[in-house]
């Protein structure tokens, strides 16, 4: 099946500072996903990206699917960026999209 | 974005009795439903996927008379944890399936402590 990785694991930033998330996937996708939980347990969906670019406030992200990976940045970042920041991309097999996920970028931005 | 509840929270409960948690999708109709478990610091697992009205089908390696899971309507999904453990103690997520829709929507997880 397919293997998703993802670095660095865990990560710790002064807050204002830039950094790049990135997700490495093992087989060609259509489609894939970056989500955040926050330190409390919920989990957002941030971009749905299986190509290309796409920005969101100081968040942005990229995937280059023909060399399968995608990358999150990150600028400026504050406080409530803390947290853990998952990509994930479904399971080809069967009708379900099962999502397969990575296991996580830990991301802690101090003040 | 959709809304999706979980009831409870948090639960704390003793070794050896049944936990029943409660997902439902509040302004969307969910004929799948995905739940997930997740121990600290690691990934989402997949347990199991319930169509609304038949079984569940769950993962290799989960228990499905330990883990019971009812999709008995469109908006509300059930897992129950029968006969808990410590081990059993984790945080448990579910997630509607979004039908033609990209985005996913996750419910806000419940903690359960087995004590």
């Known amino acids: 099946g397919i293997q998703v990785e993802q670095s660095p694991p865990d990560l710790i930033l002064q807050e204002g500072a830039n950094s790049t998330l990135r997700c490495n996937f093992s087989?060609?996708?259509?489609?894939l996903q970056w989500f955040h939980q926050n330190p409390w347990g919920q989990l957002i969906n941030l971009f749905y990206?299986?190509?290309?670019?796409k920005q969101n406030g100081r968040l942005s992200a990229t995937t280059v699917a023909t060399e399968r990976y995608s990358l999150l940045y990150i600028s400026s970042s504050q406080t409530t960026d803390s947290g853990v920041y998952f990509c994930a991309v479904y399971d080809h097999a069967g009708n379900n999209r099962k999502l397969i996920w990575g296991l996580g970028t830990s991301l802690a931005v101090n003040p | 974005g959709a809304v999706v509840s979980q009831h409870p929270s948090r639960v704390i409960c003793k070794s050896g009795t049944s936990v029943k948690i409660e997902c439902r999708s509040l302004?969307?109709?969910?004929?799948?439903m995905f739940w997930y478990r997740q121990f600290p610091k690691q990934s989402l697992m997949l347990m199991a996927t319930?169509?609304?009205?038949?079984?569940?089908?769950?993962e290799q390696g989960v228990e499905k008379d330990k883990f019971l899971i009812n999709h008995a309507s469109l908006t509300l999904s059930t897992l129950t944890v029968t006969s808990a453990h410590p081990e059993d103690s984790s945080f448990y997520i579910c997630?509607?399936?979004?039908?033609?829709?990209?985005?996913?929507?996750f419910g806000p997880g419940t903690r359960l402590t087995v004590t």
């Open positions: 990206i299986p190509s290309g670019t």
């Open positions: 319930s169509n609304e009205g038949s079984k569940a089908t769950y």
């Open positions: 087989d060609s996708v259509n489609n």
């Open positions: 302004d969307f109709q969910a004929t799948t």
């Open positions: 997630r509607p399936g979004t039908s033609g829709r990209y985005e996913q929507y």
